[in-house]
């Protein structure tokens, strides 16, 4: 199974759109688990435990890990090896260099962390694209028009008539030529959102910058999946993995992901009811054929009355 579907299938699996991101944070964790690796590991597979019914995917930031060192390393190993088959991990580490340390990043990525999905960078281009995208089983997020407030400084710039996001999301449809690329595109853009989603056609998009970054959790799902007709993945991490810092944390997270889930299927539902609405307000087919063969048939009675 390719790797967007084996996304699909979780996503109608666990009835969820949510990514849950697994950034770290000893400073946010409760401090029985924040002071040394195995509480860290601790604190995530409690976390995993009780939310893996509820996501569609865990995406772990690998700086949060890079920055403790080795050690740091292997603990998201063992977190991902934690994490159930079946749903997909995105390790996001934003890679993007010349094609042969490219080829190691890749290697790094799928085959020794183990990851289904990864995040990149597109700016020095596809050669440095190609060595993950050649891995057909495996999935690539391509980073196209972000949430943070730097995103300004190069992605809206105006190239040949039209911002540079939408030139990279252009070139990436080209480069999807195995069907395993997605775009990564801000919950704080609503409306580049909507127009992306058609330039990315079946594309998945990632979803980042609800919650704390203040991007609206119903516009993200709506405009994100196209009226929940295409794939894409809405990424949480501090509004639930640090939802408490008491022992509880673990259920507390779980209480956040349902709430989002329930909000995420509110819209959906109403999204659907409208659907039918304006269904119901079109003309029958048969109607419409019965009214067009009868404008078409020639008035015999007044044929017959004239002169």
Same mark, same amino acid.
């Given at each position: 199974m390719s790797a967007l579907k084996e996304l699909q299938q979780i996503q109608a699996d666990n009835e969820s759109i949510i990514c849950l991101?697994?950034?770290?944070?000893?400073?946010?964790?409760?401090?029985?688990?924040?002071?040394?690796?195995?509480g860290m590991f601790e604190f995530a597979v409690r976390i995993? =435990?009780?939310? $893996?019914?509820i996501v569609c995917a865990y995406k772990p930031n690998i700086a949060f890990y890079?920055?403790? /060192? !080795?050690?740091g390393l292997s603990l998201l190993k063992l977190i991902i090896e934690r994490i159930p088959d079946e749903i997909p991990v995105i390790v996001d580490g934003k890679r993007g260099d010349i094609g042969n340390t490219a080829a190691h990043y890749a290697d790094a990525m799928f085959k020794q962390l183990k990851a289904n999905w990864v995040t990149l960078n597109p700016y020095m281009g596809y050669d440095s694209l190609?060595?993950?995208?050649?891995?057909?089983?495996?999935?690539?997020?391509i980073l196209c028009l972000t949430s943070n407030p730097g995103s300004k400084d190069l992605q809206i710039l105006n190239v040949d008539g039209k911002p540079l996001y939408e030139i990279v999301a252009e070139k990436v449809a080209y480069w999807n030529k195995e069907r395993n690329c997605g775009l990564v595109v801000g919950?704080?853009?609503? =409306?580049?959102? $909507?127009?992306?989603?058609?330039?990315?056609?079946?594309?998945?998009?990632?979803?980042?910058?609800? /919650? !704390?970054q203040g991007g609206s959790l119903e516009k993200a799902a709506t405009y994100g999946t196209a009226d929940f007709t295409k794939t894409?993945?809405?990424?949480?991490?501090?509004?639930?993995?640090?939802?408490?810092?008491?022992?509880?944390?673990?259920?507390?997270?779980?209480?956040?992901?349902?709430?989002?889930?329930?909000?995420?299927?509110s819209v959906r539902k109403k999204e659907t009811e409208d659907s039918g609405d304006t269904a119901d307000q079109q003309p029958d087919e048969s109607d419409s054929s019965e009214l067009q063969e009868n404008a078409a048939e020639p008035n015999t009675a007044d044929q017959s009355q004239t002169p």
């Open positions: 991101g697994l950034d770290l944070d000893p400073k946010r964790m409760p401090s029985e688990y924040s002071k040394n690796v195995k995993i =435990e009780a939310t $893996k019914d890079e920055s403790i /060192g !080795a050690e190609r060595p993950f995208i050649e891995h057909k089983d495996k999935g690539v997020f919950a704080t853009n609503p =409306e580049q959102l $909507k127009e992306l989603r058609v330039i990315a056609g079946d594309m998945p998009l990632l979803i980042p910058g609800v /919650g !704390a894409a993945l809405i990424n949480v991490s501090r509004s639930v993995l640090y939802a408490s810092r008491g022992d509880d944390f673990a259920e507390r997270a779980r209480a956040e992901l349902i709430k989002l889930n329930q909000i995420v299927d």
